[in-house]
């Protein structure tokens, strides 16, 4: 009988473990990339049920890359990806730039179509500083979190 009081409370002792570390999350991006200078990147995924998204874009070499994520409604208007980044109109989830660190940016997001923007094009915050546009190898992780 002890046994089995053991085996429920491992496995429940489990199931919280793997629900606290992300393990039921779905990933929808987990790249690294490379991201030459003046260049920049799109990542889409679609929602069909308003969310919960964790996203992050760690610097892994390189110059420090910018990035938004914004609804895919405003690439088919024929903007220029520079103008869309440069706008802060379509900065409705924010404006970020990668770390080392990995932080996570977490939004809650309605159903719909949305595209992260990863732009090289600045000469922003280089490393090492010496003011010339760099290469940059970056990871970004996309989770969309299971909802409790």
Aim: proline letters at 2%; a neutral charge; glycine letters at 6%.
């Amino acid at each position: 009988m002890k046994k089995i009081y053991f085996s429920v409370f491992l496995l429940i002792l489990l199931l919280i473990v793997a629900y606290q570390t992300g393990f039921f999350n779905k990933r929808v991006v987990n790249e690294q990339i490379s991201l030459n200078a003046g260049e920049y990147s799109l990542y889409d995924f679609e929602l069909e049920e308003k969310k919960d998204v964790k996203i992050s874009c760690q610097r892994l070499e390189g110059a420090v890359v910018e990035w938004l994520v914004v609804k895919q409604g405003y690439l088919k208007k024929d903007l220029f990806v520079g103008d869309i980044i440069d706008d802060l109109q379509f900065r409705d989830y924010g404006f970020f730039t990668s770390t080392e660190e990995q932080q996570v940016q977490r939004f809650t997001l309605k159903p719909g179509k949305y595209t992260i923007i990863l732009n090289n094009t600045k000469h922003g915050e280089i490393y090492p500083s010496d003011f010339a546009q760099q290469d940059s190898i970056v990871k970004v992780r996309v989770e969309i979190i299971k909802n409790p």
